[in-house]
């Protein structure tokens, strides 16, 4: 409504509220041109929708910031992910590198055992050799004695008897030796090859893994 001194009556429905940013404005405006109250609702509806539209932009360019932070992030992510990935393998590969070398060490000592056990062996067969030497020497001792019968024949009998027992001690003792030696020897033999294949099979798929990395990256 329009009063006598041109004033301009604003519906209550189109009033702000004094916390409104735009209150100023709006009073500027009533001020300015008094005109009827459509004119005064009209400029409201205009800075409404301008406040609107100030407020979708903003939240569609924070959208996008977001949007944009959260593929970097997930990109950062996934690199780092893989780069992990990729030093465990490292470590895993370079410690069953370090097995396999301790590994073959041992095996070089045991070498060096059997090299050492086989001299063993052969000063045994030597002193087999000097035994069968011996009781041949006895044998004809005893066959010299039987023949003259004389008190020193039962002296080389018993000798010989003694040589003999103590030869199948001897061959007994060796022979046991023997087989304890060669099982003990293809029991490491076969257990060393087993970890060195299980190593090697650990390594290859290691390094394949590797490959696969590599592909990737």
């Known amino acids: 409504m329009v009063g006598a001194n041109n004033e301009v009556e604003v519906p209550s ?25 459509g004119f005064v609702v009209q400029k409201l ?23 944009s932070e959260d593929e970097e992030d997930e990109d ?11 030093a465990n393998i490292r470590l895993q590969q370079q410690r069953l590198q370090n ?20 001299g063993q062996l052969r000063r045994a067969i030597t002193s087999k050799c000097d035994l069968v030497v011996a009781c041949t020497e006895m044998e004809r001792l005893k066959e010299e004695a039987e023949k003259y019968g004389s008190e020193e024949a039962r002296e080389v009998k018993k000798g010989y008897l003694s040589i003999l027992e103590g030869r199948a001690d001897m061959e007994r003792e060796f022979m046991n030796e023997l087989a304890a030696l060669s099982e003990q020897m293809c029991n490491m033999d076969r257990r060393y090859k087993n970890q060195l294949l299980e190593k090697d099979f650990e390594i290859a798929q290691l390094e394949e893994k590797l490959r696969r990395l590599d592909r990737k990256s």
């Open 45 to 67: 509806e205009s800075v409404t929708s301008e406040e609107s539209s100030m407020t979708s932009g903003s939240m569609f360019t924070s959208s996008q910031d977001s949007s």
């Open 76 to 86: 950062a992510s996934a690199n780092a992910a893989e780069l992990l990935a990729y």
């Open 99 to 118: 097995e396999v070398k301790q590994l073959r060490e041992i095996l070089s000592q045991k070498d060096e055992q059997v090299t050492q056990l086989t």
């Open 13 to 37: 429905s189109v009033l702000v509220d004094e916390s409104s940013p735009h209150e100023v404005e709006i009073e500027s405006v009533v001020a300015s041109y008094p005109s009827p109250a």
